[in-house]
């Protein structure tokens, strides 16, 4: 998302450019290198540690939360292109360059509430009943 300048969504009164299209189009315009260095970074971070419990297993206390890890990073770099005594790319020739990394684990969690109850009502059921 970092690489995109602007957007322009045209649904109706599309112009010749656009060719035989019915519905709509999107038009991305992705960045591109000045005549000065730039450069950008970002992340995105979640896990297991940080949020909450689920509201309807609160009251149970052995019940873990289960593992998630969410991490989105990256970072822009664009400017001249120079290469020293060979060629001097200033209003001529720019670079640039996005990477976007992602990283998500999302292993066991716990059980979702119904078949927790179930399971535990049989647990108590079974435990009450005589022996016959």
Do not use: C
């Amino acid at each position: 998302m970092e690489a995109v300048g602007e957007f322009n969504v045209v649904t109706n009164g599309l112009s010749a450019e656009y060719g035989r299209l019915s519905g709509g189009a999107v038009v991305l315009v992705t960045r591109s290198g000045t005549n000065q260095f730039h450069g950008s970074g970002y992340e995105y971070f979640r896990n297991n540690v940080l949020n909450a419990q689920r509201l309807e297993l609160q009251s149970i206390r052995r019940v873990p939360i289960g593992v998630f890890h969410d991490n989105v990073f990256g970072g822009t770099s664009g400017g001249p292109v120079v290469v020293p005594k060979l060629y001097d790319g200033h209003n001529k020739t720019f670079f640039f360059f996005n990477y976007e990394g992602t990283r998500h684990n999302a292993g066991n969690s716990a059980p979702r509430w119904p078949e927790f109850l179930l399971r535990s009502n049989a647990r108590e059921t079974s435990r009450h009943e005589p022996d016959r």
